[in-house]
C-alpha cells in the first residue's frame, strides 16, 4: 500500500504563496504518476496538475496554467505543488494523488480522478480577499 500524506496548506491572503508536499510511504513514488485535484465545498473534486512517473512531463487545469508548479522528488518521495499568486477561488480541500504508472509509459500523466490508486487525506487551503 502507498500512503500519501499531504501538508503545507492554511491560511493566505489573495496573491500570495503557498507550497504543498506530499510525503509517501510504504511504497517509492518511482512507479507512479502523481497529481494534485481540489474540492472546494458544494463543488465536485477537480484536477489541477499532473506530474508523469519520469517528472518529465506535467499538465496543468487552465485555473492553475502560469501560477502553480507541481514537481517531484523521487529520492525523497515526496510530490509538491507551488501555488503563486492565489486568489479566493483557489480556496478548497487539496488532495494528493496517485497512478501506478508502468516503464513504457513513464512520460505520461493522469488528469482523471478515476485513473488514480491512491489518495491523500486532503489539506485546507483558505485564500481572503
Known amino acids: 500500500q502507498l500512503q500519501l500524506v499531504e501538508s503545507g496548506g492554511g491560511l493566505v491572503q489573495a496573491g500570495g504563496s503557498l507550497r504543498l508536499s506530499c510525503a509517501a510511504s510504504?511504497?517509492?513514488?518511482?512507479?507512479?504518476?502523481m497529481g494534485w485535484f481540489r474540492q472546494a465545498p458544494g463543488k465536485e473534486r477537480e484536477f489541477v496538475a499532473a506530474?508523469?512517473?519520469?517528472?518529465?512531463?506535467?499538465y496543468y487545469a487552465d485555473s492553475g496554467k502560469g501560477r502553480f508548479t507541481i514537481s517531484r522528488d523521487n529520492a525523497k518521495n515526496t510530490v509538491y505543488l507551488q501555488m503563486n499568486s492565489l486568489k479566493p477561488e483557489d480556496t478548497a480541500v487539496y488532495y494528493c494523488?496517485?497512478?501506478?504508472?508502468?516503464?513504457?509509459?513513464?512520460?505520461?500523466?493522469?488528469?482523471?480522478?478515476?485513473?488514480?490508486?491512491?489518495w491523500g487525506q486532503g489539506t485546507q487551503v483558505t485564500v481572503s480577499s
Open positions: 506530474i508523469s512517473r519520469s517528472g518529465g512531463s506535467t
Open positions: 494523488a496517485a497512478a501506478h504508472s508502468p516503464p513504457y509509459a513513464s512520460g505520461r500523466y493522469y488528469f482523471n480522478a478515476y485513473e488514480y490508486d491512491y
Open positions: 510504504g511504497r517509492t513514488i518511482n512507479n507512479y504518476a
